[in-house]
């Protein structure tokens, strides 16, 4: 499943990227927030990281201002990769040799045209795997 929040900041985008997978008929779920009332990131980007959790098929976008605040409260939960992505080139890359199973894109900086593309990106890359298999299993901290 693929999961979408939003912080107050991010909430136009992220309602522009439900219009375009709806249109592309991927399913989804929005967790949130629903209006341009001022939240606190933390409280969805934790969200997301625990439905993104649930299984290792899910995805998750998060849209803040600036993409930093989701990325980090998301990155704090063991088992998320969340990867701010401001290019088709980073979100392929984050994919490709760090299996994200987060994108997140920044609200107050991305046009709607571009994050349409870093979306593709993101959703068709498949992770590499091999060599960059033992680099993801040394983030993790125990």
Same mark, same amino acid.
């Given at each position: ?14 309602? &522009? ?17 629903? &209006?341009?009332? *001022? ?6 980007? =934790? ?7 649930? *299984?290792?098929?899910?995805?998750? #976008? ?13 990155? @704090? ?9 401001? *290019? ?6 984050? @994919? @490709? =040799? ?19 593309? #870093? ?11 091999? @060599? =960059?298999?033992?680099? #993801? ?6």
């Amino acid at each position: 499943m693929l999961y979408l929040t939003s912080d107050h900041a991010g909430f136009q985008l992220k309602e &522009s990227l439900k219009k375009i997978l709806t249109e592309r008929k991927i399913e989804f779920v929005d967790l949130g927030t629903d &209006s341009e009332k *001022s939240v606190d990131y933390p409280d969805f980007g =934790h969200v997301l990281a625990e439905k993104v959790l649930e *299984s290792s098929e899910n995805r998750g #976008i998060g849209v803040c201002g600036s993409g930093h605040g989701i990325t980090m409260a998301a990155n @704090r939960h063991a088992g998320i990769r969340a990867a701010r992505c401001m *290019s088709e080139e980073d979100a392929e890359l984050a @994919r @490709r =040799h760090n299996d994200a199973n987060i994108l997140v894109l920044a609200g107050r900086q991305t046009v709607v045209a571009e994050a349409e593309k #870093i979306l593709e990106k993101f959703l068709e890359t498949e992770f590499e795997g091999g @060599r =960059h298999e033992e680099r #993801i299993e040394k983030i993790e901290i125990s």
